[in-house]
């Protein structure tokens, strides 16, 4: 998955028109959540008729009869939010250093090619200053600006990546080969976006963290060292690189062309027609070409995603932008970690002043924050004691006295004696283990999952072995997990082994019934009538095969169903 939405993200928008092939991407996502009827169908239905009925309102309050406009708007936006929500539930599954290094092998392999044929249609010349029309990198996208506003993102996941998850030196090389492509684009509304973010990045990452930073005098220089190769960073691009330079100054006078064409001329066009619309704005697909439009001398398409909105849907387009804005920031506020906070800040600033609404891109960033926010919000959940008073479902099941062959509870003093192995994936599959806290926080335990942010946050104080992954449909991981497992079992010989899945359950099941460990496996809840893969592989040697739903009672014949977990 990690190296198509590195290809996904390197093609799109590619070849000199507006190729998004991350709508081709959402329309079988789409296909696939439908066939398999997917939870998250509920949240697209739902945010799609918000949209459809947005779109209609505008039309018919606007008075335009460009019907074709307002259908592909809807069109776009629907499998947008398709985009977004894959994204919000599956980024736990993707492996971030993978994805970087991948999408920033493509940017260096087509940078090279591009620094030994200048000239060619991985450049474009743009004139900026006193007739200076530098050749700006574009690599395949239709506009320098735009792999400015990619790169930028990107440097931003970089970059937390490599202080709030694993310092790693690819992970340092694919920050610095999307540095080289945005400075070589002279994209400066990116690189000031990217820039602020970073700095907020690090900022928050420092107010999360200040206990352990501040209580350790070499952390407390490491950060101080960070700042300021930051600002040293910033400080040398916008004075060695020329165009940089040239532009500092008409930026802060608002003479700056890219200003003016961005962000200060469409302004001025969204208040004159405000004001001749009676605030109806013009319709979508309307800014060039109808009556309006031409008054006003429009002939282009505002390159700015968030005044095209407002000025096509006027008191409608600005309630929708507004709304936008606010959830986005309230969920930062309540709940974002500083990947969230630092992302929501880049996408604001690049949407009031460049880009396009119907872009991908941004809803796919959207995704990757919801989940940021999203995962914080259940690890604050879970680690809320009041979530384990009076819980009478499986809460509190797997407690029984295992070795006897039955389920009812077994007396507490034999109970504290199991040694208990909890094995799974990180996400939801951790989450599914973490719940059974009212069985495992009285026993001596211990966890192998992946070494994750969110499960070093989870299981802060708890003994964690992380496991090699990605693990679906692997062999790699298959070996080197079972070389894992029989080191670990041999060392801790468990009692019981426990799992909600996903591969990595399979060599611990296998390697700990040789040592003699008795295993449970818990099959997820999203699963209603279908079996899991690592589920019916280890059901043969699964002691106690437990299901959330009765319908799984006719695939796993021999399992018990003990109810929702949730």
Known sequence: MEYVLAILIYLNNAFFSKIYL??????????????????????????????????????????????????????????????????????????????????????????????????????????????????????????????????????????????????????????????????????????????????????????????????????????????????????????????????????????????????????????????????????????????????????????????????????????????????????????????AVALTLNTLIIQFSTGNFEDPVHFLIYGVILHECMKERELRRLKSKDEYKNNDNLLSMPGYAVFDGNFDRGDAGDDKKLKVCFVGSSGGHLTHLYMLKPFWENKDRFWVTFDKADARSLLEKERMIPCYYPTNRSLKALIINSVLAFRVLSKERPDLIVSTGAAVAVPFFYIGKLFGAKTIYIEVFDRIDKPTMSGKIVYPVTDRFIVQWEEMKKVYPNSINLGSLF
């Open 22 to 339: 991350f709508y081709i991407f959402s329309a079988l996502v789409l296909v696939w959540y439908a066939v398999g009827k997917r939870k998250s169908l509920k949240t697209i239905g739902l945010l799609s008729l918000v949209m459809l009925i947005y779109t209609a309102a505008v039309q018919l309050m606007t008075g335009t009869g460009d019907i074709y406009s307002a259908a592909m708007f809807w069109l776009h936006t629907s499998l947008n939010i398709v985009l977004m929500v894959w994204t919000a539930n599956n980024m736990d599954r993707l492996q971030g250093n993978k994805f970087l290094c991948s999408i920033a092998g493509l940017f260096g392999a087509t940078t090279i090619v591009a620094m030994f044929i200048p000239g060619s249609f991985l450049w474009k010349a743009q004139e900026y200053v006193d007739g200076y029309g530098p050749e700006r990198l574009k690599l395949l996208y239709s506009e320098p600006a735009y792999l400015s506003i990619i790169c930028g993102a990107l440097l931003v996941l970089a970059i937390y990546y490599m202080i709030a998850i694993k310092f790693r030196y690819r992970t340092l090389l694919a920050g610095a080969i999307f540095l080289f492509c945005m400075v070589l684009s002279y994209g400066l509304g990116g690189l000031i976006a990217c820039a602020i973010s970073i700095v907020v990045l690090v900022m928050v990452h420092i107010a999360r963290n200040r206990e352990d930073i501040l209580g350790d005098p070499i952390k407390k220089m490491s950060w101080g060292l960070v700042f300021g190769i930051l600002l040293v960073v910033i400080i040398a691009i916008i004075s060695i690189t020329p165009i940089y330079a040239m532009r500092v100054l008409p930026l802060t006078q608002g003479s700056d062309i890219g200003l003016i064409y961005t962000v200060k001329r469409p302004f001025e066009w969204f208040v004159s027609i405000m004001n001749k619309t009676g605030w109806r704005g013009t319709g979508i697909g309307q800014l060039v070409g109808s009556d309006i439009g031409n008054s006003l001398g429009i002939e282009l398409e505002f390159k700015n995603s968030f005044l095209r909105i407002m000025a096509e849907g006027g008191i409608l387009g600005i309630i929708l932008v507004a709304a936008i804005v606010v959830y986005l920031m309230g969920q930062c506020l309540l709940y974002g970690n500083e990947l």
